[in-house]
Every structure is written in structure tokens, then in C-alpha cells.
């Protein structure tokens, strides 16, 4: 009887062994299949960029979405304007930021400025935070995304850089396909 009794606790302790790797490997597949119809990239640079007088792509983003949905894309950074040591009076300054599918020109739909109107000279500077934030639709496949800057070309007497620049795109799934 004792020799039966350990057969039947073997094979319940079998069971709930098997029962519990099923449920393990169950689970894991459900995790892989929720996690399809997402994607990440991110794209940076830590140089100072000088702001020229026409449209200059600033960061450059590449991402692949594995079928049909939506991009979000956000851009931040710092904008740095340096004013001439040797002007002593106020300085106008403008410059434009924008993220989204087109290079070399504006993005106008996702676009933001920074504009001082009275900014001391003197070698003064100002540095003011960026961020921009934008969906945008994408079917499957490779997407390449920009952040785009342009001084004033009114602007005189003071520069203006981009740093610290980050692009970052998240891709959600449309739906459930």
C-alpha cells in the first residue's frame, strides 16, 4: 500500500509540475504577443550646433514599424544665445525648432521658437529649454524622422546653438490587428 501511496504522490507532484511549466510557458508567450506592437529609438548628440540662416537638419531618426499605427515623436534640447561682446545695447533674437518627416525644411505643423525681444549685448548669453511633442500616423515599415533649426537671418549681433539635442520615437500599434 505505502509503495502505492508514493506512486499516486509522485504523479500528483508530476502533474502539478507539468501544470505549473504549461502556465509558465503560457504566460511567456502572452507577454512576447503584447509586446509585438511596440518600438523605441532614440537619437541624440551632446555637440553645440551653430544656428545658420536657412533650414539645417539638426538630429536624424530611423525607426521601423513592424505594421500600421502612430509615432510619437518628441524633440528636446537647450537653445544658447550668445550676444557680441562688443555691442552694448539690446539685441532682437529668433530662432525655429520643429520635429517630424521632413528634412532641410520646416515641419510647420510640429514647429516651436524661442524670440528675444530685448536681450542685453555685451557678451551676455541665455540658455532656454526645449520640447516638442507630436503623433504622427506611419504604415509598416522604415520611418526617418528630423529636428529641423533656422536662425532669423535678421537676427545680428548674437549666435545662436542647439544642445544637448535628443529626438526620441515610441511607435504604438493602430488597433488590434
Not at 2 to 26: D, E, G, H, P
Not at 78 to 83: C, K, N, P, S, V
Not at 113 to 128: D, F, I, M, N, Q
Request: proline share 2%.
Amino acid at each position: 500500500m505505502s509503495i502505492q501511496k508514493n506512486r499516486m504522490s509522485c504523479m500528483r507532484i508530476a502533474y502539478i509540475v507539468l501544470l505549473v511549466l504549461f502556465t509558465f510557458l503560457w504566460a511567456g508567450t502572452q507577454v512576447h504577443a503584447q509586446q509585438v506592437g511596440v518600438g523605441f529609438a532614440s537619437a541624440a548628440t551632446e555637440e553645440s550646433i551653430e544656428l545658420a540662416n536657412s533650414y539645417q537638419d539638426l538630429v536624424t531618426l530611423t525607426i521601423t514599424a513592424p505594421r500600421n499605427g502612430y509615432i510619437v515623436l518628441t524633440g528636446s534640447g537647450y537653445l544658447t544665445l550668445a550676444t557680441s561682446q562688443s555691442l552694448v545695447g539690446t539685441v532682437w533674437g529668433q530662432v525655429s525648432l520643429s520635429i517630424g518627416t521632413i528634412s532641410g525644411a520646416s515641419n510647420n505643423e510640429n514647429e516651436t521658437g524661442v524670440e528675444l525681444p530685448h536681450a542685453e549685448g555685451g557678451g551676455h548669453s541665455y540658455r532656454y529649454p526645449f520640447s516638442i511633442t507630436t503623433v504622427i500616423s506611419v504604415n509598416r515599415g522604415s520611418h526617418s524622422f528630423y529636428m529641423v533649426g533656422i536662425r532669423d537671418p535678421n537676427t545680428a549681433f548674437s549666435i545662436w546653438y542647439a544642445t544637448c539635442l535628443k529626438l526620441t520615437a515610441i511607435f504604438v500599434r493602430n488597433g488590434i490587428d
